[in-house]
Each structure stands twice: as structure tokens, then as C-alpha cells.
């Protein structure tokens, strides 16, 4: 389904989409600005998540359907220039199965004024690649890891991949990634016991553990509120061992609440909890997404997406994609709504709409 924002009169005032003004920053009608952009490269990944993906028949989007190198950079070169775009994430999907991913930073990179880059990955071929993608511009970089214990690694991920997971965090230290995350979804039964040791084996290397609750965007439609692990139920799981105090600096836009983890007197990091479904920060978000088929979303839980692909195909200049993209970005909802009665899940998975 495509947005088809509203066609001003030429001799009216550029307006887009029900009254937004052409401005600089990305806005929508709440005043939200979003300064920071997530690019799904790939909707393909090598792991089987059970929150996320089914075992097997997944129907990934054909080639043809997906952005080209080319593409890709335009519609970010149009985000930063224009939009005032300030961060771009390359999320999957698996971004590190794309075969440009390299070049696609160093040329991201290049772009006036530059953006922060971030990546987000399983890390499952991470060690082969970081070291370039650091010379070539990553600035910041989020790991997915839901245990160390191989055993529960495999029940998550349906692959016994765990090992090369490790190693490509192990190389993104090597490589000197200024900022390294690794990102935990729990799970009832299957992975609350590895909360603790992920804290300790991330603060021990200087990462910053991040635990997310679970969200309705697994491919077989199959979450359910009451079965999630909830951010507060991850806090007590943790102040078990540890003492956690919330950081006293502003939030802002982030996602991730942050706390500072104490043993005994002693001081050993921050973890961050993201609360999306318990606590949601629908009103300081600052996002705007693109899939990996051109299609922007407001929101992650939009069911409404407007094609900037197909136009940038058929010859559509600057002018008429930031108009389009402007113009979704103006409807974007205040809320997900996914903690109330009647939330209907996007058709779309995590793994088509980029995380």
C-alpha cells in the first residue's frame, strides 16, 4: 500500500501531504524531527531467529525488486542534503550478506555533512569484514546476541553459529569500532538465564549490553504480550546480581534507558533496557526507515508505505522523491499502539522492514 501525498496547486505555496512545509529537518505533523535514517540493504539473513523468522520457506524478495548500490546512495545522499538526515543505520535482514556493503560505507561517508554510520548484524560473517568496513567508515556498531551457552544459542537462532558470532565481536574490538553493542532479546524459558552472564562477558570488553523486549514482528504472527519478557521483569532478573541505577544525563531520542551496573562499590558500565512495547518512546522518536524494496516507513509498525523505488526508476528527479518522502513522514502516527486492545501487527517481518 502506497502513500500519495497531496499534489499542490503550482501557484500555491509548496505544501505536502495535508500541510507539511518544506523545511530542512524531516518532520511530521507532532513535530517530531527525524534525523536518523535506517536502511534495510537485504531483507536475506543466515540465522533463523525464532522471534523473528520461521524455520525454513521464506519468501525473500527477488533481486530486481531490491535497492542497487546506486540507489541506495542516492536516496541517503537525498536524506543528509536535504532531509538533515544526521545518522544512518544499514540494518537487514543481514546487511553483511550484501556484497557492496564496504564500498556502500566508504561512499556514505563521503556524503557533505557526514553522517554518523551504524550497522546492525548477527555477526555471523563479521570477522571477515569489520576491519574494512572500519577504514571505510563505521562508526557505531550493534551485535545481536541472545546467549553464550552454544546449546541455547542454537535453540534461538536455529543455527550452531554462536562461535563465529563471538569472533566477529572479538575483530570489532581488534578493528577499534568506536562504539560496540551487543543486543539481547529474552525469551520465557529458553534464554532469561543468560541475561547476567552477557552483562559480565559485555562490561568485562567495554560493550554495552542492550536487552530489547520482544516484538510483534516475527514472520509467523506469533507473539504474544503475555509470554514476552517485559523490561522490568529484565531489570529484577539483573538486580539479582547487580545494583542498577538509571544514568542521570537526558535520554533524548535514544531508545535504550539506560542504567549504570555497580558490584558491590565497584562500578562496571551501563546496560541499556528498550522498553518498545511496556514503555514506548513514540514521542521523542527520531526515525525514518527505508526498506530494502525503496519504501520509506514512518514508523516501524506502519501499515502504510509509500514507494520512492518504483519513481526513482521511472525518472523522478530530487524535487518529486523528497516531496514523497516528505510527505510520509508528515503522517507518520503519534503511537504504535501495540500495548492496546485491537494493535494489529504489520504484515511485513522485522527481517522486510529493517531493524
Given at each position: 500500500?502506497?502513500?500519495v501525498?497531496v499534489?499542490?496547486?503550482?501557484?500555491?505555496p509548496l505544501?505536502?501531504?495535508?500541510?507539511?512545509?518544506?523545511?530542512?529537518?524531516l518532520a511530521d505533523?507532532l513535530?517530531r524531527?527525524?534525523?536518523d535514517?535506517?536502511v534495510?540493504?537485504?531483507?536475506r539473513?543466515?540465522l533463523?531467529c525464532?522471534?523473528c523468522?520461521?524455520a525454513?520457506?521464506?519468501p525473500?524478495?527477488?533481486?530486481r525488486?531490491?535497492m542497487?548500490?546506486?540507489?541506495?546512495i542516492?536516496?541517503?545522499r537525498?536524506?543528509?542534503?536535504r532531509?538533515g538526515?544526521?545518522?544512518?543505520?544499514?540494518?537487514?535482514?543481514?546487511?553483511?550478506l550484501?556484497p557492496?556493503l564496504v564500498?556502500?560505507?566508504a561512499?556514505i561517508a563521503?556524503?557533505?555533512p557526514?553522517?554518523?554510520i551504524a550497522?546492525?548484524?548477527n555477526?555471523?560473517?563479521?570477522?571477515e569484514?569489520v576491519?574494512?568496513?572500519?577504514r571505510?567508515?563505521?562508526?557505531?556498531?550493534?551485535?545481536?546476541?541472545d546467549?553464550?551457552?552454544?546449546?541455547?544459542a542454537?535453540?534461538?537462532?536455529?543455527?550452531?553459529l554462536?562461535p563465529?558470532t563471538?569472533?566477529?565481536?572479538a575483530a570489532?574490538r581488534a578493528?577499534?569500532?568506536?562504539e560496540?553493542?551487543?543486543?539481547?532479546?529474552?525469551?520465557?524459558g529458553v534464554?532469561t538465564?543468560?541475561?547476567?552472564?552477557?552483562?559480565?562477558w559485555?562490561?568485562?570488553?567495554g560493550i554495552?549490553?542492550?536487552?530489547?523486549?520482544?516484538m510483534?514482528?516475527?514472520?509467523?504472527?506469533?507473539?504474544r504480550?503475555d509470554?514476552?519478557?517485559t523490561?522490568?521483569e529484565?531489570?529484577a532478573l539483573?538486580?539479582e546480581?547487580f545494583t542498577l541505577?538509571?544514568v542521570?544525563?537526558?535520554?533524548?531520542?535514544d531508545?535504550?534507558?539506560s542504567h549504570v551496573v555497580?558490584?558491590g562499590?565497584?562500578r562496571?558500565?551501563e546496560?541499556?533496557?528498550i522498553?518498545?512495547?511496556t514503555?514506548?518512546?513514540?514521542?521523542a522518536c527520531s526515525?525514518?526507515?527505508l526498506t530494502?524494496?525503496g519504501r520509506?516507513r514512518a514508523c516501524?509498525f506502519?501499515?502504510?508505505?509509500t514507494d520512492?523505488?518504483?519513481?526513482l526508476?521511472?525518472?523522478?528527479d530530487?524535487?518529486?522523491?523528497e516531496?514523497?518522502w516528505?510527505?510520509a513522514q508528515?503522517?507518520k502516527?503519534?503511537?504504535?499502539?501495540?500495548d492496546r486492545a485491537?494493535?494489529?501487527?504489520?504484515r511485513?517481518?522485522?527481517s522486510?522492514?529493517?531493524?
Amino acid at each position: 500500500m502506497s502513500a500519495v501525498p497531496v499534489t499542490p496547486s503550482p501557484a500555491a505555496p509548496l505544501r505536502i501531504a495535508d500541510g507539511a512545509p518544506v523545511e530542512r529537518p524531516l518532520a511530521d505533523r507532532l513535530g517530531r524531527r527525524a534525523a536518523d535514517l535506517r536502511v534495510s540493504l537485504t531483507d536475506r539473513c543466515g540465522l533463523r531467529c525464532t522471534y523473528c523468522l520461521p524455520a525454513d520457506g521464506v519468501p525473500w524478495l527477488p533481486r530486481r525488486q531490491v535497492m542497487t548500490d546506486d540507489e541506495v546512495i542516492r536516496l541517503v545522499r537525498l536524506s543528509v542534503m536535504r532531509l538533515g538526515v544526521r545518522k544512518v543505520r544499514l540494518t537487514g535482514g543481514e546487511p553483511l550478506l550484501r556484497p557492496g556493503l564496504v564500498d556502500l560505507v566508504a561512499r556514505i561517508a563521503r556524503l557533505r555533512p557526514r553522517p554518523m554510520i551504524a550497522m546492525t548484524t548477527n555477526g555471523v560473517s563479521l570477522a571477515e569484514r569489520v576491519a574494512d568496513l572500519r577504514r571505510a567508515g563505521l562508526d557505531r556498531l550493534n551485535v545481536s546476541l541472545d546467549a553464550l551457552d552454544p546449546d541455547v544459542a542454537r535453540a534461538v537462532s536455529r543455527r550452531p553459529l554462536l562461535p563465529r558470532t563471538l569472533a566477529g565481536v572479538a575483530a570489532a574490538r581488534a578493528a577499534g569500532v568506536p562504539e560496540l553493542r551487543v543486543n539481547t532479546v529474552l525469551m520465557r524459558g529458553v534464554n532469561t538465564d543468560q541475561a547476567v552472564p552477557i552483562v559480565r562477558w559485555a562490561l568485562d570488553r567495554g560493550i554495552t549490553p542492550r536487552f530489547i523486549e520482544q516484538m510483534p514482528l516475527d514472520a509467523g504472527h506469533g507473539w504474544r504480550r503475555d509470554a514476552m519478557v517485559t523490561a522490568a521483569e529484565t531489570l529484577a532478573l539483573l538486580g539479582e546480581a547487580f545494583t542498577l541505577r538509571p544514568v542521570d544525563r537526558p535520554r533524548g531520542s535514544d531508545p535504550a534507558a539506560s542504567h549504570v551496573v555497580f558490584e558491590g562499590d565497584r562500578r562496571l558500565g551501563e546496560v541499556g533496557i528498550i522498553a518498545s512495547v511496556t514503555a514506548p518512546f513514540c514521542a521523542a522518536c527520531s526515525r525514518t526507515r527505508l526498506t530494502a524494496d525503496g519504501r520509506v516507513r514512518a514508523c516501524l509498525f506502519s501499515h502504510v508505505e509509500t514507494d520512492l523505488l518504483g519513481p526513482l526508476r521511472d525518472g523522478a528527479d530530487d524535487d518529486e522523491l523528497e516531496r514523497l518522502w516528505r510527505g510520509a513522514q508528515w503522517a507518520k502516527p503519534a503511537a504504535h499502539g501495540i500495548d492496546r486492545a485491537g494493535f494489529v501487527p504489520p504484515r511485513r517481518p522485522m527481517s522486510a522492514i529493517g531493524g
